[in-house]
Nanobody
Framework: QVQLVESGGGLVQAGGSLRLSCAVS????????MAWFRQPPGKERDFVAR????????NYTESVKGRFVISRDNAKNTVYLEMNTLKPEDTAVYYC????????????????????WGQGTQVTVSS
């Protein structure tokens, strides 16, 4: 059984930082690209960042470039999202997701391109 468990969300003031973690089990983690998505209240789930299976390639949506960093520790089966200089518009439920297939090089930004999802963690940025 594949499980993705996010943690690290919370309430932070604008300009602050948070680090999200996503622990993965039941999947050969080292083979799978991973991603973070977010869903603001009343809006669709949007792509935030993606990392390939060995951590050598990362991609970000434009609005978080220079502020967020995605990384992974394959020894711990965990993917991270370091979020800095947070803004109120970053407020959302953040989800980690695993690609449908291993060793995929193509950049994927649509939710339906990912097979496994965590339950989400709330991030609230106050102004």
């Amino acid at each position: 059984q594949v499980q993705l468990v996010e943690s690290g969300g919370g309430l932070v003031q604008a300009g602050g930082s948070l680090r999200l973690s996503c622990a993965v089990s039941g999947l050969p983690f080292t083979n799978y690209p991973m991603a973070w998505f977010r869903q603001p209240p009343g809006k669709e789930r949007d792509f935030v960042a993606r990392i390939n299976w060995n951590g050598g390639i990362t991609n970000y949506t434009e609005s978080v470039k220079g502020r967020f960093v995605i990384s992974r520790d394959n020894a711990k089966n965990t993917v991270y999202l370091e979020m800095n200089t947070l803004k109120p518009e970053d407020t959302a439920v953040y989800y980690c997701a695993a690609d449908r297939s291993p060793f995929i090089r193509k950049l994927k930004t649509a939710p339906d391109e990912y097979r496994y999802w965590g339950q989400g963690t709330q991030v609230t940025v106050s102004s």
